[in-house]
T-cell receptor, first 114, second 113 residues
Framework: AQKVTQAQTEISVVEKEDVTLDCVYETRDTTYYLFWYKQPPSGELVFLIRRNSFDEQNEISGRYSWNFQKSTSSFNFTITASQVVDSAVYFCALRGNQGGKLIFGQGTELSVKP | DTEVTQTPKHLVMGMTNKKSLKCEQHMGHRAMYWYKQKAKKPPELMFVYSYEKLSINESVPSRFSPECPNSSLLNLHLHALQPEDSALYLC????????????FGPGTRLTVT
């Protein structure tokens, strides 16, 4: 069975704080793909990153960084110096070797206050 | 250009109506998807089309009928819906169904009265 757990339902921070969104996954596939999506109040899911299971390099893109650790089955997402525009629901998702189905976590609602 | 468009943005329909949702992408993607999303929940997969053929149907009731007229277009035909079908309906596309990230449209917010 495949599963994604985002234990943090809601996080509230003040602008300029750093914040880490946790994602833990379960899969028996040896090859799999992990994703993060952002869903602002407008509703559209915005693709942020894809990570393949055979590539454990961490990634940084501007204020965003991702820490992938196979040993703990985690794929955490950090926003540095958060801004009000970062307020959204963030979904972590997993796809194994079983076709196109994405397994989503329950999402973490991030609120960044000025 | 990573744009998926959906029309209409909002739709209100009665339980006896027939309506259609439309989705279009011009990225050359060969896989297209329909999702349903209720408030405060993650998207739930409904259908997957791969190379214009239906490859996944997640046991969706027959009152939802998908159609893929060509590789750029995806429709969702709605008939005799129930109030519990009210939700945000999201379309997505990807290069292929297995390896690549999915790009989502802005969604159609459907209300069934």
């Amino acid at each position: 069975a495949q599963k994604v757990t985002q234990a943090q339902t809601e996080i509230s921070v003040v602008e300029k704080e750093d914040v880490t969104l946790d994602c833990v996954y379960e899969t028996r596939d040896t090859t799999y793909y992990l994703f993060w999506y952002k869903q602002p109040p407008s509703g559209e899911l915005v693709f942020l990153i894809r990570r393949n299971s055979f590539d454990e390099q961490n990634e940084i893109s501007g204020r965003y960084s991702w820490n992938f650790q196979k040993s703990t089955s985690s794929f955490n997402f950090t926003i540095t110096a958060s801004q009000v525009v970062d307020s959204a629901v963030y979904f972590c998702a997993l796809r194994g070797n079983q076709g196109g189905k994405l397994i989503f976590g329950q999402g973490t609602e991030l609120s960044v206050k000025p | 250009d990573t744009e998926v468009t959906q029309t209409p943005k909002h739709l209100v329909m009665g339980m006896t109506n027939k309506k259609s949702l439309k989705c279009e992408q011009h990225m050359g993607h060969r896989a297209m998807y329909w999702y349903k999303q209720k408030a405060k929940k993650p998207p739930e997969l409904m259908f997957v089309y791969s190379y214009e053929k239906l490859s996944i149907n997640e046991s969706v009731p027959s009152r939802f009928s998908p159609e893929c007229p060509n590789s750029s277009l995806l429709n969702l035909h709605l008939h005799a819906l129930q109030p519990e079908d009210s939700a945000l309906y999201l379309c997505a596309s990807s290069q292929e169904s297995q390896y690549y990230e999915q790009y989502f449209g802005p969604g159609t917010r459907l209300t069934v009265t």
